[in-house]
């Protein structure tokens, strides 16, 4: 182990310095100040370790080193005090006495107590069968305050800030520079009361500072981790060995400078530390106030379950913040439950608008000790959940038939219900089989029931605009006809309803996908495949009107609605939330859309035939009448015709008005 070695050399009065490679420990009389020279960059096949020691007046942390140092690197944008220093050990003593704020890092230009590089030098005097030694400082400091520091060795510039690569993870601060060194200080308190791992899978670090046989389970390697005498921040378990675990105090974050640290083995995985939390409540005479910590940077939201509008606090880029929720305040929904007993329950929610796996539920209580004025808190921490999803399937087109549908990663399972967090796949199929069309996905927007929150997914070019969020839209490996997008289950915490939207375009005979760039972890662009674009140009459209007989509608709007539910380790409802399923067909024609609502068509139908039915009565009713007056007619010239007392002057007459009815036949 890495602390093994460094305490042989503690307690060896002639070693000055040490190299490690997992397993292996070399004693050096030398030091990397006093032989510059000899500190070169070894990375391969593995990246060892140097330790320097550097003794000071007061061990600040009983942990087995104390400063990080890694040489031509620098943390930018967070500086809070700058001021000159002779050298770098009167840098980190400035770090050290900093008392206005939490110093959280420091960069500087020489070594100091014990010291790990990083990246990896080697030590040319007399390194023991070649072993080479990694540019990483250890340095026992004297206080707590400071987390790091940037110093310039040309100019002597200290520069004090109050943020580290951890508590930065995932940003691009943290960037090359010759002229500077960076420390930072591994005897900074973290919290540690809950902690969220996530996994890397089809990778395992290649040095590491501990390993441990005869490991029961992984949970009992992720104690180990989680209570190392310092500051781990990785593990594996089972991959190089039955029931060893590996820790490390290194993770994506902190490996910037490091040139293939991991070696691909496609079972394995590690597990990085991505965040911890302590949670204290602060009990008032009329409020309680929940304090949060965190590991990482935080930038989202924390809230009142049941009002993330009403009792909510944005948090911008902080890593201590706070919700004061008043007793007699409706708008928080604080509960009495008992005499001087007082609950609440808070969501931690990492982005600004939607639920995901990643954020957290805590059950808070206050007891009031009424009798003597006494104040305790308990804080119960607890993710859990069951989320109750319906979904509408089904949007028709004119042509192709186009259908949007939730499934299990695999595709084969229409997911009806699922958790937050879940792996489920959004999948737009083209129904015909034998359809000469492909299609391809853009401006993918989630609503919530209320259309008072939403959230761009697949923006206009067809890119994800979070991928934590949702992935890009790829085809499937089995027919161009489906595209598929992988996203965690997620919900709004102000509706029970998550609609999506999108536009889908038909193209023939195929779809060209678009290029998108997408920063990944480490803060580095890196290029993806998405089958979505923007509109086709004007030209390109009249060129394709001009070659296609038949063209397709430009745009379909595709809906479907999802039911969702959220837990967070509270009590269950008493009520259940029956599922509604909304099913309408959407049409489109070339440039304008319109809905057809069956319920609606059903009414115009029935009127229609009402209107009919009307019409033929109204038409024999007239039709009898006329029948009546043409009887009665007939049967008054029938008593006049056989008189035989008529003149011929009469009877011409007769004749002369029957000729006259002749000419101009009467019409019923």
């Given at each position: 182990m890495f602390t093994d070695c460094l305490e042989a050399c503690q307690s060896n009065d002639s070693c000055n310095s040490v190299n490690y490679?997992?397993?292996?420990?070399?004693?050096?009389?030398?030091?990397?100040?006093?032989?510059?020279?000899?500190?070169?960059?070894?990375?391969?096949?593995?990246?060892?370790?140097?330790?320097?020691?550097?003794?000071?007046?007061?061990?600040?942390?009983?942990?087995?080193?104390?400063?990080?140092?890694?040489?031509?690197?620098?943390?930018?944008?967070?500086?809070?005090?700058?001021?000159?220093?002779?050298?770098?050990?009167?840098?980190?003593?400035?770090?050290?006495?900093?008392?206005?704020?939490?110093?959280?890092?420091?960069?500087?230009?020489?070594?100091?107590?014990?010291?790990?590089?990083?990246?990896?030098?080697?030590?040319?005097?007399?390194?023991?069968?070649?072993?080479?030694?990694?540019?990483?400082?250890?340095?026992?400091?004297?206080?707590?305050?400071?987390?790091?520091?940037?110093?310039?060795?040309?100019?002597?510039?200290?520069?004090?800030?109050?943020?580290?690569?951890?508590?930065?993870?995932?940003?691009?601060?943290?960037?090359?520079?010759?002229?500077?060194?960076?420390?930072?200080?591994?005897?900074?308190?973290?919290?540690?009361?809950?902690?969220?791992?996530?996994?890397?899978?089809?990778?395992?670090?290649?040095?590491?500072?501990?390993?441990?046989?005869?490991?029961?389970?992984?949970?009992?390697?992720?104690?180990?981790?989680?209570?190392?005498?310092?500051?781990?921040?990785?593990?594996?378990?089972?991959?190089?060995?039955?029931?060893?675990?590996?820790?490390?105090?290194?993770?994506?974050?902190?490996?910037?400078?490091?040139?293939?640290?991991?070696?691909?083995?496609?079972?394995?995985?590690?597990?990085?530390?991505?965040?911890?939390?302590?949670?204290?409540?602060?009990?008032?005479?009329?409020?309680?106030?929940?304090?949060?910590?965190?590991?990482?940077?935080?930038?989202?939201?924390?809230?009142?379950?049941?009002?993330?509008?009403?009792?909510?606090?944005?948090?911008?880029?902080?890593?201590?913040?706070?919700?004061?929720?008043?007793?007699?305040?409706?708008?928080?929904?604080?509960?009495?439950?008992?005499?001087?007993?007082?609950?609440?329950?808070?969501?931690?929610?990492?982005?600004?608008?939607?639920?995901?796996?990643?954020?957290?539920?805590?059950?808070?209580?206050?007891?009031?000790?009424?009798?003597?004025?006494?104040?305790?808190?308990?804080?119960?921490?607890?993710?859990?959940?069951?989320?109750?999803?319906?979904?509408?399937?089904?949007v028709v087109v004119d042509s192709p038939n186009v259908i949007m549908k939730i499934t299990q990663r695999d595709g084969n399972e229409m997911m009806r219900s699922a958790e937050v967090g879940d792996a489920l796949s959004l999948r737009f199929e083209i129904a015909e089989q034998q359809s000469p069309y492909e299609i391809f996905v853009r401006e993918l927007v989630a609503m919530d029931g209320t259309d008072n929150a939403e959230i761009t997914l697949i923006d206009s070019d067809g890119c994800p605009t979070d991928h934590f969020i949702m992935g890009p839209i790829y085809k499937s490996s089995t027919t161009g006809k489906i595209l598929i997008s992988h996203f965690d289950a997620f919900k709004f915490p102000s509706s029970q309803t998550v609609q999506f939207r999108a536009l889908v375009t038909p193209c023939m005979p195929s779809c060209e996908p678009v290029q998108c760039d997408q920063e990944d972890f480490s803060g580095e662009l890196r290029s993806l495949i998405s089958y979505g674009r923007k509109r086709r140009s004007t030209n390109a459209s009249s060129r394709m009107r001009r070659e296609t007989l038949k063209q397709p509608p430009e745009d379909m709007l595709l809906v479907q609605s999802i039911e969702i539910t959220d837990k967070f380790g509270f009590e269950k409802q008493q009520s259940q939330i029956k599922p509604t399923t909304k099913e309408t067909v959407f049409m489109a024609a070339d440039n304008q859309a319109f809905c057809i609502n069956g319920f609606g068509l059903i009414l115009a139908s029935a009127i229609f035939l009402l209107a009919q039915v009307s019409v033929i009565g109204i038409w024999t009713f007239l039709w009898q009448r006329r029948r009546k007056q043409r009887s009665f007619e007939e049967s008054s010239y029938g008593s006049t015709i056989p008189t035989p007392t008529l003149t011929a002057g009469r009877t011409d007459s007769l004749c002369k008005l029957y000729e006259t009815h002749s000419r101009h036949p009467r019409h019923f």
């Open positions: 490679e997992t397993g292996l420990c070399v004693l050096f009389a030398s030091t990397a100040d006093k032989l510059p020279g000899a500190l070169a960059k070894s990375q391969f096949p593995v990246s060892p370790i140097y330790a320097q020691k550097s003794c000071l007046a007061i061990r600040p942390c009983a942990r087995a080193w104390c400063i990080d140092r890694v040489q031509a690197y620098k943390l930018v944008g967070y500086v809070k005090r700058s001021a000159q220093a002779a050298s770098r050990r009167d840098c980190l003593e400035m770090c050290l006495g900093e008392t206005d704020f939490t110093c959280r890092w420091s960069v500087h230009g020489e070594t100091s107590p014990f010291i790990p590089f990083q990246p990896s030098p080697i030590l040319t005097t007399t390194p023991p069968l070649g072993l080479s030694l990694s540019l990483f400082t250890i340095i026992i400091i004297h206080t707590l305050f400071c987390r790091s520091a940037n110093f310039y060795r040309s100019s002597g510039l200290c520069e004090l800030s109050d943020m580290d690569r951890i508590t930065l993870a995932g940003s691009s601060a943290f960037k090359n520079s010759d002229e500077a060194d960076y420390l930072e200080n591994a005897c900074a308190e973290e919290p540690n009361k809950l902690c969220e791992f996530k996994r890397l899978s089809g990778r395992i670090l290649k040095t590491v500072d501990s390993v441990y046989q005869d490991v029961s389970s992984v949970d009992e390697c992720r104690e180990l981790c989680l209570n190392s005498p310092y500051r781990c921040h990785s593990y594996d378990y089972g991959d190089t060995g039955d029931m060893v675990c590996r820790l490390s105090h290194h993770s994506r974050a902190t490996l910037a400078d490091i040139q293939d640290p991991y070696l691909d083995v496609p079972e394995a995985a590690t597990y990085e530390l991505s965040s911890c939390y302590n949670v204290s409540i602060e009990c008032r005479a009329g409020d309680m106030v929940a304090k949060i910590r965190t590991s990482r940077i935080f930038d989202g939201k924390v809230y009142a379950k049941g009002a993330p509008k009403s009792c909510s606090v944005d948090v911008k880029n902080s890593l201590e913040f706070e919700l004061r929720m008043g007793y007699q305040d409706l708008e928080c929904n604080v509960r009495q439950n008992g005499l001087g007993r007082y609950m609440n329950d808070v969501v931690i929610q990492h982005h600004d608008k939607i639920v995901t796996s990643s954020d957290l539920g805590l059950a808070l209580t206050c007891q009031y000790d009424l009798t003597n004025k006494t104040v305790s808190n308990d804080v119960d921490l607890g993710v859990t959940g069951d989320i109750e999803t319906t979904l509408s399937e089904e």
